[in-house]
């Protein structure tokens, strides 16, 4: 009787698994045609200096367009395409045009690019971003690269081995979602970062919710004590914005200051530059 029941469970597994490999199947096909036909492109949102109000550097934002105006947001794709193996192909394909836009900036403004954390405990990842930063023209200097702390714990040698690697060449590290993660703190410890980037989570209340808060300032003044850079990210309200202003916050970033676009514009103001997003097509017309 048990042993019917257990088959009859298995039975009715197989066609699920069966449905999943054709999925998977199919959607690493949809996934190589759209590698191949162009169809991934970057979208670029700025990070303010908050003491000066200038652009300092844009984020790389991967998009896949499925139909003309219509993207697809990298929260689904790119977990995909790390089961599909297919990451270090689309990584790429993605570094090759944000080098090429960055290219059109003036020679102060920085890129920073996310890696995923698969691709960070690649070997061939350092030696393969730095040949292309050089084969396009890009100063190592204008390069940040964005990582999240799971990286760090699923092979914290091979992760160790990347990041020097890409210390030595001169290319900065971004600790992103920084809070959000298991052991952020031992992190700090164990590795060297030039910059933290705090988490959309804890800006979104911190105005309204005294822990936020005390954990946006404790972060912030962290940064300050260990010598790195700190960005906050999903900045929306003007009060957030002049908070972390006050709380002497270095670089800002979120809808308020500028939404991800298709191209990074700027605007010439006296002798400062600033986003000119008024003016810009952002992504929610886009797709609206
Ligand atoms: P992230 O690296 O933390 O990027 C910031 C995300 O917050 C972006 O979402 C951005 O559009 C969004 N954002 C920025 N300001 C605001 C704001 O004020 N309000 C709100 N609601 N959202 C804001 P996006 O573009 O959907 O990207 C999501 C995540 O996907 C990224 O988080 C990053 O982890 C990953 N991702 C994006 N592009 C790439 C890529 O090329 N490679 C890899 N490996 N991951 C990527
Ligand atoms: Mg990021
Ligand atoms: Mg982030
Ligand atoms: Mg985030």
Not at 139 to 150: K, M, V, W
Not at 240 to 252: R, T, V
Request: glycine residues 6%; contains cysteine; proline residues 4%.
């Amino acid at each position: 009787m048990a042993k019917k029941a257990g088959r009859e469970k298995v039975m009715g597994f197989i066609p699920a698994m069966q449905d999943n490999l054709l999925a998977t199947a199919l959607f690493r096909s949809d996934f190589k045609k759209a590698l191949a036909s162009k169809a991934f492109t970057v979208h670029y949102q700025p990070l303010v200096d908050l003491r000066t109000s200038k652009t300092v550097g844009f984020e790389a934002l991967a998009r896949w367009e499925v139909s003309p105006g219509k993207f697809t947001p990298p929260s689904l794709f790119i977990p995909l395409a790390e089961d599909i193996g297919l990451i270090p192909e689309l990584t790429e394909q993605l570094f090759r045009l944000a080098c090429l836009e960055t290219l059109n900036w003036p020679a102060q403004i920085t890129l920073s690019f996310n890696i995923s954390p698969i691709l960070l405990c690649n070997k061939l990842l350092a030696p393969s971003i730095i040949s292309i930063m050089d084969e396009m023209g890009l100063a190592a200097d204008r390069l940040e690269i964005e990582i999240t702390e799971s990286a760090l714990f699923q092979d914290a040698n091979a992760a160790r081995y990347t990041l020097k690697k890409l210390r030595d060449a001169g290319i900065k590290i971004a600790l992103d979602d920084f809070g959000t993660g298991y052991s952020s703190l031992s992190q700090l410890c164990n590795f060297q970062f030039d910059k933290l980037k705090i988490d959309k989570s804890f800006i979104d209340t911190f105005r309204d919710n005294e822990k936020q808060d005390k954990i946006v300032r404790s972060i912030i003044s962290l940064a300050g004590s260990l010598g790195v850079k700190v960005t906050a990210e999903g900045i929306e309200y003007a009060n957030q914005l002049e908070l972390l202003k006050d709380l002497g916050c270095d670089i800002g970033q979120g809808y308020l200051l500028g939404r991800p676009a298709a191209k990074a514009i700027f605007h010439q103001v006296t002798s400062s530059i600033i986003y000119n997003f008024p003016l810009q097509k952002t992504e929610r017309e886009m797709s609206s």
